[in-house]
């Protein structure tokens, strides 16, 4: 670097500025050569903080579909379809293995599933096919099976339901629709 | 115009008034940075004034490991930055004239920066504003030439093989002869004024 008006500060050996180490080029004393800004250090300040910020929205992006993707819970498989005859039920585990649900067919292709615990004291309710209806058998709770909504006894909040779908003859658990 | 900072030690009366009008100043409001020393206080009430001498190669900047002194364009060199200053003591320890001073409880290095808000716009520093013997002066090289004919401003000064100069000027007597004042010679002079003072007081 040469020497210019800018550089007051005589180094202590006397020598002009290209003399010197070149520690004493990157540490200035003198105001105007520390608060310097050459244009290829500006520029470089520009393209990196751009391209921090463009980083930083793509970081945005994929963290919102993460967050979405916390939410939702898993697609589970239950069984065949045909597994279950009409009628007839079947006790999975879902979302998790331990929260109990129960599917019910009435018909070729009518099936309700609902979590198994009452929203009374969370007793298992049973189905009640011949009345329509799930009976909890600790407090005499009865829940509409095709809807789940209590109909007799003490609960007063319908059962959470499972969302169902059928693929390609399977039986898939998709969701889960908590009411109040 | 070209105002200069002359230190005029023979003049100084003591009377603290540069202490008081420093801690004035709006660029370190409430803490005095100005040193009135004594020069040999059981023998003689002279005072000296020590204001920040502002070298040319500052030598507290050059110990900072921190980068945190700076030197302004105009040659003043200024109170340690506070993002950068490490409390580390180098400067206090490294300046020969004595004059940085640490602030423990802020952990920043302080000292003259000759009012910088003041002289930076051409208004004298506090201190040599109110002193009233002279021994601080703001002025341009002429007027101190016309005021003290007698006297020579030097602004070099040599402390073993350092050799130091400086902006602000210090005078010495015309008759004296000397370009540059040699700090050290000092330490090794007999202390022949005390001689001569106790042999008053026998007599």
């Known amino acids: 670097m040469k020497s210019t008006p800018d550089q007051l500060s005589v180094p202590p050996d006397g020598r002009p500025y290209h003399d010197q180490p070149q520690w004493r080029n990157d540490f200035p004393i003198d105001w105007p050569q520390d608060e310097l800004v050459a244009r290829r250090d500006f520029t470089k300040f520009l393209v990196l903080t751009s391209f921090a910020f463009a980083v930083g929205q793509l970081w945005i992006v994929f963290e919102n579909f993460r967050r979405k993707r916390k939410g939702q819970l898993t697609v589970m498989r239950i069984a065949r379809a045909d597994a279950i005859p009409v009628g007839g039920s079947l006790v999975f585990g879902y979302p998790e293995p331990h929260d109990t649900c129960i599917v019910v067919r009435t018909g070729a292709q009518q099936y309700f599933a609902y979590n198994q615990k009452c929203t009374h004291l969370s007793c298992a309710v049973v189905p009640d096919l011949a009345r329509g209806r799930f009976l909890c058998p600790c407090h005499n709770g009865s829940f509409e099976l095709r809807t789940g909504i209590p109909i007799a006894g003490p609960p007063r909040r319908p059962l959470e339901r499972i969302l169902l779908e059928i693929r390609d003859g399977d039986l898939y658990a998709i969701g889960r629709e908590v009411r109040a | ?203």
Request: proline share 7%.
């Open chain 2, 1 to 203: 115009m070209n105002l200069e900072f002359f230190l005029d030690p023979n003049r100084c009366i003591g009377c603290q008034s540069c202490v008081a009008a420093c801690s004035e100043c709006d660029t370190h409001r409430g803490h005095s940075m100005i040193h009135l020393e004594y020069v040999d206080r059981p023998i003689s009430v002279q005072t000296v004034p020590v204001v920040c001498m502002h070298c040319d190669s500052p030598t507290c900047a050059e110990v900072c490991p921190a980068d945190a002194i700076k030197r302004t364009g105009d040659g003043v060199v200024q109170t340690a930055r506070k993002p950068r200053c490490i409390a580390c003591n180098n400067c206090v320890l490294a300046c020969p004239f004595g004059v940085p001073k640490m602030r423990t409880e802020w952990a920043l290095m302080m000292k003259c920066d000759m009012c910088y808000d003041r002289t930076s716009v051409g208004l004298k520093p506090m201190c040599a504003s109110v002193c009233p013997s002279g021994a601080l002066y703001f002025g341009t090289y002429e007027e101190m030439e016309h005021l003290r004919p007698r006297s020579q401003p030097v602004n070099t000064f040599r402390f073993g093989n350092q050799t130091i100069t400086t902006k602000v000027h210090m005078m010495v007597p015309r008759d004296a002869g000397i370009s540059h004042l040699d700090v050290l010679s000092a330490m090794d002079e007999n202390p022949v004024a005390r001689m001569d003072v106790f042999d008053e007081i026998d007599s």
